[in-house]
């Protein structure tokens, strides 16, 4: 939508837009917060009017239960590769500060080494041959290890985790899940005395 077309429309056909958009609900979210009322500012260059909702969060959370029992992971490993030393310690430090608001045990974190990737080129083909250029590539590698976790909460820290993942950074996830001994296998039977 141009900002002529915006400019020509009314104020009230703006908020009724608004509310409209603010009371859909997608099956995705399970709580979202009420809009109440909708209030449309004017833009003075081109007389154009913004809506902005504002919000007020109920304090009233929906759960759904289910008989499934949730999944548990005796630990959650987190590797970061990245060719910006400083990017990858920045991120490092926003994953650890992210699991202490979510109130989970400090992560374990361990920087790896650095793997470098050398290419020589000559700079002169012909005669002189001894003259060189090296060019390198440093690929420095983080890792960050969760312990005990339950399934959702795995879930909501890894998704808010790579939803903020920073460019230039690549991560790879290994879980491991906790389950119990498969039917077929049977505790020891006790020794009889003769």
Do not use: W
Not at 64 to 86: M, Q, R
Not at 119 to 127: A, D, F, G, P, V
Not at 156 to 184: C, D, F, W
Request: glycine share 2%; hydrophobic share 35%.
């Amino acid at each position: 939508m141009s900002m002529a077309t915006v400019a020509r429309l009314s104020a009230q056909t703006i908020i009724n837009s608004c509310r409209k958009l603010a009371q859909q609900k997608s099956p995705y979210i399970k709580h979202i917060p009420r809009i109440n009322q909708v209030v449309a500012s004017k833009v003075s260059r081109n007389q154009a009017f913004f809506c902005q909702p504002i919000v007020q969060f109920s304090s009233t959370v929906q759960v759904e239960e289910t008989n499934e029992p949730d999944v548990l992971y005796k630990k959650i490993i987190l590797t970061l590769k990245s060719h910006d030393d400083a990017v990858i310690e920045s991120y490092q430090q926003y994953v650890t500060m992210t699991a202490n608001e979510l109130g989970l045990k400090e992560p374990k974190t361990q920087c790896l080494r650095k793997h470098i990737n050398r290419i020589t080129h000559l700079k002169s083909r012909h005669i002189y041959k001894k003259h060189r250029v090296q060019y390198e590539i440093r690929t420095y590698k983080r890792q960050i290890e969760f312990q005990h976790l339950t399934g959702s909460t795995a879930d909501t820290l890894l998704e808010y985790i790579e939803r903020n993942i920073p460019e230039g950074v690549a991560m790879r996830v290994q879980k491991v899940e906790v389950v119990p001994l498969p039917s077929h296998i049977k505790p020891p039977l006790p020794k009889e005395d003769a």
